[in-house]
């Protein structure tokens, strides 16, 4: 079994920053693609962000250059960090891994969702 924990949420000001974690435990041989999704209230969930194992990084035009994605391979997490953050921003972000077991099954696996809202 594998589970994915996510934490970092909060409240955050306009322009503020914020650095979400997520951290895979489990029956976990090899973690492949993890990534970073988020859901807007009254919105469906879009992408935001994704690193490879080997650390290549993709990003959503609407975080380039505002939030950057990164793993440490080693303690099974990625992280993103968001800075410039806007009103847009607020959403649950939702990390995702694609995680082969010990039992050399390849699953998509999410976490439960870390809040990010704003102040106003």
């Known amino acids: 079994q594998v589970q994915l924990v996510e934490s970092g949420g909060g409240l955050v000001q306009a322009g503020g920053s914020l650095r979400l974690s997520c951290s895979a435990s489990?029956?976990?041989?090899?973690?492949?693609?993890m990534g970073w999704y988020r859901q807007a209230p009254g919105k469906q969930r879009e992408w935001v962000a994704t690193?490879?194992?080997?650390?290549?990084?993709n990003a959503s035009d609407s975080v380039q250059g505002r939030f950057t994605i990164s793993r440490d391979n080693d303690k099974n997490t990625v992280y993103l960090q968001m800075n410039s953050l806007e009103p847009e921003d607020k959403a649950i972000y939702y990390c995702?891994?694609?995680?082969?077991?010990?039992?050399?099954?390849?699953?998509?696996?999410w976490g439960q969702g870390t809040q990010v809202t704003d102040s106003s």
């Open positions: 995702k891994a694609n995680i082969v077991t010990t039992t050399f099954m390849s699953y998509d696996h």
């Open positions: 489990g029956s976990i041989f090899r973690i492949n693609a």
């Open positions: 690193i490879t194992s080997g650390g290549s990084t």
